[in-house]
């Protein structure tokens, strides 16, 4: 049965969509059958593996309202063993069609029991948000990976994603667990992205990948020609990053995860605000 990985963080512009495309890609390239999910209204996981998005007819939404398998809408992508479940503009509706519904929060984690059996990794792109699509991902998901940006104002929403985690791991999906935090956009020439690395680290322990991804104009470019950064340019640092970050996850396993419950400690952001104010 394949590993479900949800890629959260609330906040935008973290890299959560970056993540999950080149994590999904690296781990094809190493020969392990993927499926990247895309549960982002924006639709940017699928247009970032080369698939337009104003051509996909049926998406994620039709998966959500039971109107369709997965075996329906899955694509193939220019890269050996990686598949796609497209998303489009019809999934920014889901929510609200799906408020009353019945078992809602279950949706997609009842469309994947058969699926996942097909796969050695299910990658689950969640939107920007704490709604009812994010709660999808975690219900089905096996563990939590957590993009984290090495700026000040990202350590902001971590405390209240940690909050959701513990949610759903109490009531909805009791073997969830946080797969890892991974550092993203790090310009090491400022002392607040060495603090926030700093920081993150003494908050999460073994959790945090030793791996960090740097800002990269080529990382920010390949979305744009529809390719993963393997594909764009497997020369670039960034595309270096993420090789040595998927051969932390395949090395990993869940076992030795840090207690959720602890990992919402307000200090994270207090001593950010405090190196931010001594800048000042």
Not at 86 to 103: H, R
Not at 115 to 126: G, H, P
């Amino acid at each position: 049965m394949g590993k479900v990985i949800a890629v959260c963080n609330q906040k935008g512009g973290t890299g959560k969509t970056t993540s999950a495309i080149n994590i999904s890609s690296y781990l094809a390239i190493f020969g392990k059958k993927v499926l990247l999910i895309d549960l982002d209204p924006q639709a940017n996981a699928t247009s970032g593996v080369g698939i337009d998005r104003h051509g996909v007819k049926k998406s994620t939404y039709h998966i959500l309202l039971e109107e369709a398998e997965i075996k329906d809408i899955l694509l193939a992508t220019t890269i050996e063993n990686l598949f796609l479940c497209p998303s489009n503009l019809d999934l920014t509706g889901a929510e609200v069609e799906l408020v009353g519904a019945m078992g809602r929060e279950y949706r997609l984690k009842k469309a994947l029991v058969a699926a996942r059996e097909n796969f050695d990794f299910v990658i689950i792109d969640s939107p920007p948000s704490l709604g009812l699509l994010t709660i999808n991902a975690l219900c089905s998901a096996d563990s939590v990976l957590i993009p984290v940006q090495c700026e000040y104002y990202a350590l902001e929403g971590l405390s209240q994603l940690m909050n959701t985690i513990t949610l759903v791991k109490n009531n909805i999906n009791p073997r969830l667990a946080v797969e890892g935090v991974v550092l993203t956009m790090a310009d090491f020439r400022t002392n607040l992205s060495r603090e926030v690395i700093r920081e993150v680290k003494n908050n999460f322990k073994e959790k945090v990948y030793d791996t960090v991804i740097p800002r990269s104009i080529r990382l920010s470019e390949a979305p744009s020609y529809g390719k993963p950064i393997a594909l764009y340019d497997r020369n670039n640092l960034g595309a270096t990053k993420y090789e040595e970050l998927t051969k932390e996850i395949l090395g990993q396993t869940l076992e030795g995860n840090v207690q959720i419950e602890n990992t919402k400690n307000p200090t994270v952001l207090n001593n950010v605000q405090n190196v931010q104010s001594e800048k000042l």
